[in-house]
């Protein structure tokens, strides 16, 4: 990717649903009972069932597929977890939107500080990309 | 709570993980990633090994935690290579830090995720936040 330190990119909104999480849990082998079942999550304190954090930061890697131009250019990545993504029963599922602005571009690297949000919640700390070429 | 003795502790490598094109596929699905075979699985795949690696941790004996009373609280990847159909992975689990605080494990994770020639192929740090559940 070619951008300048400042350069805000494209801001990519993607839904979630319990059946996403289901697949998710098949997947990833995480079948904590808190992302599929309302009474488990409830019964530890949660609002509802969430989403995998996982899963949230999945989502920032496919922002960060997008804006790299081609898989396989993420190079580093990490968030903090922060505030649960509730995702309610039924089809429509939850948005959660990932925005980010090139933080710094050094020897062909380029660092890329994300805002991950659900709602008027920010989802993630700190989530950040680190992106080749 | 986590016996303090945990901090320090290697576990042994997890059984080999055979990378298909299936399970990538799959696992890019489930979050709606486009995918085609020959690309390079999605970031975030090596969390199926140290995902893995953190279940033996939970596991163990001397450690006995129920996955629903944890919270993965920060995850951090730093890659040597993507990943790919054709891989066989193993993570390799080391508690770096353990704190108490408020009645929860902090348990610091840093997993090595080596291919069948040993080479390192990502290094997955992950944060366990255990509490004592009321489930």
Redesign the interface.
Known sequence: MTAEAGTELPTQT??VTRA?LV??A?????????HQDEE?AR???LPGVIA????T???A??A??TWAGA??R????????TKPVVVPAGDDGVEVVVAGVVKKVDDGLTTVGMTVTCGDDKVL?MPTAVLRG | MVDSSLAGRTFPPTAPHDVTADHVRAFADATGTPWTEGDPAPPTYPIVVAFAAMQELMHDPEVGIELRNVIHGEQRFAYQRPVAAGDVLTATLTVDSLRQIGGADIIGTTSAVADADGALVCTAKATLVHTAGTA
């Open positions: 993607f839904t996403d697949a998710y098949a997947a990833s082998g995480d079948h904590n009972p808190i488990v019964s530890v304190g995998h954090g996982m899963y930061l999945a989502l890697a496919r960060a597929d898989p396989g993420v190079v580093e990545l990490g968030a903090k977890f700390g």
